[in-house]
């Protein structure tokens, strides 16, 4: 499975950004999919999570402002984020869960950098 972000930036305080993680290969083995960050001399926390039968998961410092989709046939996966914070600054990556290695993240992307000024 490889995995590939876009869709970082610049915004201001308030604003919105909406992140894209294509998957390619064995797509059909996934069965959970997130957006985990990383933040300069932080440790990596994830974000959301969303299951193959469409349960979600949001941590509670995004919760009510950032939405986690997907979109099947497609196979990508969305973060829509809203009423950004300059906390929220950090490497956002795409991970994913496979049937193979169920509790593993054994899957990543490369990462986009969202920045969030004040």
């Known amino acids: 499975v490889q995995l590939v972000e876009s869709g970082g930036g610049l915004v201001q305080a308030g604003g919105s950004l909406r992140l894209s993680c294509a998957a390619s290969?064995?797509?059909?083995?996934?069965?959970?999919t997130g957006w985990y960050r990383q933040a300069p001399g932080k440790e990596r926390e994830l974000v959301a999570a969303?299951?193959?039968?469409?349960?979600?998961y949001y941590a509670d410092s995004v919760r009510g402002r950032f939405t986690i989709s997907r979109d099947n046939a497609k196979n990508t996966l969305y973060l829509q984020m809203n009423s950004l914070k300059p906390e929220d600054t950090a490497m956002y990556y795409c991970?994913?869960?496979?049937?193979?290695?169920?509790?593993?993240?054994?899957?990543w992307g490369q990462g986009t950098q969202v920045t969030v000024s004040s």
């Open positions: 991970a994913a869960r496979s049937d193979y290695e169920p509790s593993l993240w054994g899957y």
């Open positions: 290969g064995s797509t059909f083995s996934i069965n959970v």
């Open positions: 969303i299951s193959r039968g469409g349960s979600t």
